[in-house]
């Protein structure tokens, strides 16, 4: 129990900052690392065997797991960070898995995290990589090509499922967060 304790507050000051949507962002990404060993997992349970290729996404864990660090250098980076590699992540699975598993769902929360970890004044950055997050579901849905793995119909039906599900859940957790971090802002609290 003293270590479970040791782990909370070790991940807790690691994804800490003076700025709350900074804080936001770092959990969120800390969420994702610790959400990343079970992808493979649930896409075996829900979907059936794909012969490995879901252990993929962990190509971008190291990414997601330094974006406190990046943010500690600088908030707005480490901020700008979260979306874009949730981006890079999205078309790698997309590539794996083709655009009938729903995968592309997940640049909706890259979307909404740009709009809402970024700033006015970073307002640029933030419509850049929201273009981006638009970009890259054109691009996954008409140019990425045939999927390194290919599904039954019936297996990209429970997939796009799977996938829906994770993305409505991250939705809420975004929503979440960066409501807590406004009001954080809001109050005075910084």
């Known amino acids: 129990m003293r270590e479970i304790k040791r782990l909370c507050a070790a991940i807790a000051?690691?994804?800490?900052?003076?700025?709350?949507?900074?804080?936001?962002s770092n959990f969120i990404a800390l969420c994702v690392v610790g959400n990343q060993p079970f992808y493979p997992?649930?896409?075996w349970w829900a979907?059936?065997?794909?012969?490995r290729t879901s252990f993929l996404t962990f190509l971008s864990t190291p990414f997601f797991l330094a974006i406190p660090w990046v943010a500690r250098r600088s908030s707005r980076a480490g901020r700008a960070m979260l979306p874009i590699v949730g981006i890079a992540n999205t078309i790698l699975s997309a590539k794996a898995f083709g655009f009938a598993s729903g995968v592309a769902l997940f640049l909706v929360p890259c979307a909404m995290i740009a709009g809402m970890a970024l700033r006015a004044q970073e307002r640029k950055i933030m419509l850049g990589i929201i273009g981006l997050a638009i970009a890259a579901f054109a691009f996954v849905q008409n140019?990425?090509?045939?999927p390194l793995h290919i599904f039954s119909e019936e297996e990209y039906a429970r997939f796009l499922s799977l996938n829906a599900w994770s993305v409505a859940a991250l939705t809420g957790l975004v929503a979440l967060q960066y409501s807590n971090a406004y009001a954080k802002i809001v109050n005075g609290r910084r």
Do not use: I, N
Not at 47 to 51: I, P, S
Not at 143 to 146: A, E, N, P, S
């Open 13 to 24: 000051a690691y994804s800490h900052s003076d700025d709350p949507l900074t804080t936001a």
């Open 41 to 43: 997992l649930y896409v």
């Open 47 to 51: 979907v059936g065997d794909d012969g």
């Open 143 to 146: 140019k990425l090509g045939v």
